[in-house]
């Protein structure tokens, strides 16, 4: 941390560092510049050093880190509601949101509302990390050709969806297959 101090040895070396942030590595330093005054006491024939930080008022740089889960229906909201969470930091910043995301959930990101939400800031960057959904891997099926009705039955079997709730979903799947109209 920055310190202040009195030295009646050598003057110590201060480092101040950018008087503003650079990137996002530097996102919760204090920035600000040194006043370093040297007078000599003659009391004891040597020079004191006395320094003190001044900080200034250095652009914030917020970053959002946020992961989407591959059940989220709506990751928008999610994103939205991290974003709010710091809405009175972003404010003049330059902000990251980085999105670590399946690619299921890609196609249900709504970015004009993500932007909008980050019109406050001074300059805002959405990355995106898409990550391929495994495979579920249906036991010994592997290479055997399956029917549509067998592949569902076989993946509620591997999600573990309760047997009445799986039938339910099995009747609806088989008149999907065939093609009739709903109720």
């Not at 101040?16 to 204090?30: I, N, Q, T, V, Y």
């Not at 898409?130 to 099926?141: C, H, Q, S, W, Y």
């Amino acid at each position: 941390g920055r310190r202040d101090r009195a030295s009646p040895g050598p003057p110590p070396v201060v480092y101040a560092g950018s008087p503003e942030r650079l990137d996002f590595s530097e996102e919760d330093d204090e920035k600000g510049f040194y006043i370093v005054d040297i007078t000599h006491d003659p009391a004891q024939g040597r020079r004191v050093v006395e320094f003190h930080f001044e900080p200034l008022p250095a652009r914030r740089f917020v970053s959002f880190n946020i992961s989407i889960k591959a059940d989220d229906l709506d990751p928008t909201a999610t994103i939205l509601s991290a974003i709010a969470s710091k809405q009175d930091k972003i404010g003049d910043a330059v902000v990251r949101v980085a999105i670590d995301l399946p690619a299921s959930a890609q196609p249900l990101l709504r970015e004009a509302e993500i932007r909008e939400a980050l019109a406050p800031a001074y300059h805002a960057g959405i990355a995106r990390e898409v990550k391929d959904t495994a495979r579920i891997r249906l036991g010994n099926t592997a290479g055997v050709e399956l029917t549509p009705l067998e592949a569902l039955k076989a993946w509620l079997e591997v999600k573990q969806v309760p047997a009445e709730r799986a039938q339910l979903l099995l009747e609806y799947g088989q008149r999907i297959i065939n093609g009739e109209e709903r109720d």
